[in-house]
C-alpha cells in the first residue's frame, strides 16, 4: 500500500492544457469524490472542475459542486462558481487551493476542506486509498474531442459534514475517487453512464470486491462507444471485461422528485426530469467469470450543464441506490447487497 500511494502523490495531479494549445477553449477536468455511510443515512457528493482556456481571466470557469443527500432529510447543498484564474492549481502534484478551501494528497492520503459560500455545506475529509488505481490515458473518443480518466476506486474516508447547521462525523466508511481530463463539447452526440459499488465493510470473511462500470454512447444510446466493467478484490485488480462482454440496460422511469441544479434551469427546462431510470442493470460474461448488477435507484439529482454551442443544456443525473451483485470472479463466489452510486449524463 506504501507504493501505491507513492505511485498515486506522483499521477494524480492536474493536466492544464499547454500555453497556446489549439484546443484550449475546449479543455475540460475535474476531481470527483463520494462518501457512503448507509449506516448513517449519509451520501456525499464533491467535486471540482475546470473549463476553458485556463491561461486567460474571463475565458474559463472553476466549479464546486458540493452536495448531500440525507434518508431523514433529501438533498442540500449546491454550485459555487469562480473565475478558473482564482484557484492555485499545481502541475506537479495534487494541490488546489481556492481561498479556504483545499484538495490535497499528502502523507498518503487525499485531504478535502471545502466551504460553499452560502456555508448550506462544509466538508472536511480524509481519505485512504485501499485499492490499486487504474488510469486510462488513451483519449478515448467523446463527441469531437477527447477523454482520459484515472479511478482510485475505493478508499477509507474519514471526517465530518456539516449540513443543515448540524455536523455529522464519518469514519472509515467506503469512498470513491477519479479525475478526468480532456477536451470536448458539452452538448455534442455523446452521453455516458458510470457507477461503483464497493462490498459492506462489516461483512467478513467474503470477498472485499469493488466494482466500477462505465458506458460512452450516443446521447440516446443507440451506438455504444466503449464499455468496461473493472473488479477489485482487495487492493488488487483481478478483472476488467470490456465491450462485448458487458452489457447494460434501463428498466422504468424514477418516480420520486428529482431537484435540478442551478435552480435557474428549471425556467429554461420547466419539464419533469423523465431520463432517470428506476432500475440499471449490467451483465459481464468471460468463459467461466461472469456478473450481475441489479440497482435500485433511491435518489436523484439533475445537475443542468450549459453546452458549449449557445441556449441549451445538458443533463448529468446523480443518484444512489441498493445494489445487489452476484457472480463468480477468478472461482469466487460473490453475491452481496450494498449502497452504491451512478450517474446518467444525456
Known amino acids: 500500500m506504501e507504493r501505491l500511494r507513492e505511485v ?14 489549439s484546443q484550449r477553449h475546449n479543455f475540460k477536468e475535474w476531481y470527483h469524490f463520494n462518501v457512503l455511510d448507509p449506516e448513517h443515512g449519509l451520501d456525499i457528493i464533491f467535486n471540482f472542475s475546470l473549463a476553458g482556456d485556463v ?24 454550485i459555487d462558481s469562480y473565475d478558473a484564474v482564482a484557484p492555485q492549481v499545481a502541475t506537479d502534484r495534487l494541490l488546489i487551493e481556492l481561498g479556504p478551501n483545499r484538495i490535497t494528497f499528502s502523507d498518503g492520503a487525499y485531504h478535502v476542506t471545502w466551504r460553499l459560500r452560502d456555508e448550506s455545506v462544509a466538508l ?17 473518443p467523446v463527441g469531437s474531442g477527447n477523454l482520459n480518466w484515472l479511478i482510485v476506486p475505493d478508499l477509507d474516508a474519514s471526517g465530518h459534514l456539516t ?17 478526468n481530463w480532456g477536451h470536448w463539447k458539452w452538448g455534442e452526440d455523446f452521453g455516458w453512464d458510470w457507477g461503483f459499488a464497493t462490498a459492506p465493510r462489516q461483512i467478513h470473511d467474503a470477498p472485499a470486491l469493488t466494482v466500477v462500470f462505465g458506458r460512452t454512447a450516443s446521447r440516446n444510446r443507440a451506438a455504444i462507444y466503449e464499455q468496461t466493467m473493472a473488479i477489485w478484490n482487495n487492493a488488487e485488480l483481478v478483472k476488467l471485461f470490456t465491450r462485448r462482454q458487458v452489457r447494460a440496460r434501463r428498466e422504468g422511469c424514477y418516480a420520486g422528485d428529482i431537484p435540478r441544479l442551478p435552480g435557474a434551469a428549471r425556467l429554461i427546462d420547466q419539464g419533469r426530469v423523465l431520463n432517470v431510470p428506476a432500475h440499471y442493470y449490467v451483465s459481464a460474461r468471460d468463459d467461466g467469470d461472469w456478473l450481475d448488477i441489479e ?3 433511491e435518489s436523484a439529482l439533475q445537475i443542468a450543464v450549459p453546452t458549449d454551442f449557445g441556449f441549451g443544456l445538458v443533463d448529468l443525473n446523480e443518484t444512489f441506490g441498493s445494489t445487489r451483485i452476484r457472480g463468480e470472479i477468478g472461482g469466487l463466489s460473490v453475491d452481496f447487497v ?3 452510486c451512478f450517474e446518467f449524463m444525456g
Not at 124 to 140: F, G, Y
Not at 164 to 179: L, N, R, S
Open 8 to 21: 498515486l502523490g506522483l499521477i494524480d495531479r492536474a493536466h492544464l492544457p499547454r500555453p497556446g494549445s
Open 55 to 78: 491561461s486567460r481571466a474571463g475565458a474559463a470557469n472553476a466549479d464546486v459542486i458540493a452536495l448531500c443527500h440525507l434518508a431523514s432529510g433529501g438533498w442540500f447543498g449546491g
Open 124 to 140: 472536511e475529509a480524509r481519505l485512504s486509498p485501499r485499492a490499486e488505481p487504474m488510469l486510462i490515458w488513451n483519449d478515448a
Open 163 to 179: 449540513v443543515a447547521g448540524a455536523t455529522k462525523p464519518f469514519h472509515q466508511v467506503v469512498a470513491y475517487h477519479d479525475h
Open 295 to 297: 440497482y435500485r435507484i
Open 338 to 340: 450494498t449502497r452504491a
